[in-house]
């Protein structure tokens, strides 16, 4: 099996934005949230909020998403950024084994507020934030070192540095070229959400930089947000001290 790159996020954390990015190198295969199509939308919907008669999917489950997962790195090498908490049922060791893994963070009181903007009702079961530290601490304790982490007010910050740091890390060559695109991209040809309507700054950029907020801050978000907020701030805090750091 060829390369498995996975990187590991939360919802609204910049990472499609990265994605996007890993998309313009041309030398790997990019997966969009494969394990999520199946949390949402596969024939057994996992997500809190499904109710009977939403959308689902027949045949789309998380063993057919790893199945076809493998058999393109049969092929070629493969990047997939997702979240974990789709799969926090499946985190065994030989699973784990297959992946060369890392990490995507941002500060909760960003990626909450936007999930609310989007989703007034999301579920906190469905914000990551506790998932993804579990996941982070079980592959520290089998490996003996941590996995590398991004987070994402660095990478918009110094997107070069941040990139070239992330591909020595996970073991892949530096693409400088990839940092840039032109305007106009389809960023929801790959997105099975929606019609990929989370992502229409995504479509208009031109490289990774910070997009201008259009939605609430935490202050003026409602207590059910702000309480949120509050317990998902030290699992942030806990992956945040084994951030990357560049010059």
């Known amino acids: 099996m060829n ?3 996975a990187l590991w996020a939360v919802p609204r954390s910049t990472s499609t934005a ?15 949230e494969p394990f999520g199509e199946a949390w949402y939308q596969g024939e057994d919907p996992l997500w809190p909020r499904y109710r009977e008669g ?4 027949p045949g789309l489950s998380i063993e ?5 997962i493998r058999s393109r790195a049969a092929e070629r090498p493969v990047f997939l950024k997702d979240f974990p908490h789709y799969i926090n049922h499946i985190w065994t060791p030989e699973f784990l084994s297959h992946f060369t893994h890392a990490f995507l963070i941002r500060d909760p009181a960003k990626t909450i507020t936007s999930m609310y903007d989007k989703w007034p009702d ?14 982070f601490d079980l592959l520290t304790a089998l490996n003996g070192t941590p996995p590398p982490v991004i987070d994402s007010d660095d990478l918009l910050a110094a997107p070069t540095e941040m990139v070239e740091a992330f591909c020595k890390a996970v073991g892949i060559p530096f693409i400088e070229s990839a940092l840039t695109w032109e305007a106009g991209g389809d960023p929801s040809a790959h997105s099975w959400w929606d019609g990929g309507s989370f992502h229409a ?25 702000r309480r949120v907020h509050r317990r998902m701030l030290p699992h942030y805090e806990h992956l945040h001290q084994h951030r990357i750091r560049v010059e």
């Open 3 to 5: 390369r498995l790159i």
């Open 18 to 32: 990265f994605e996007w990015m890993m998309r313009q190198r041309g030398d790997l295969d990019c997966l969009h």
């Open 54 to 57: 939403g959308t689902t999917t």
């Open 64 to 68: 057919s998403v790893w199945q076809d």
């Open 122 to 135: 999301f579920d906190e079961l469905e914000v990551g934030f506790p998932e993804q530290r579990a996941l």
């Open 201 to 225: 700054n995504l479509a208009q950029s031109t490289g990774l930089v910070a997009q201008p907020r259009r939605y609430v801050d935490l202050d003026g978000a409602p207590e059910r947000v």
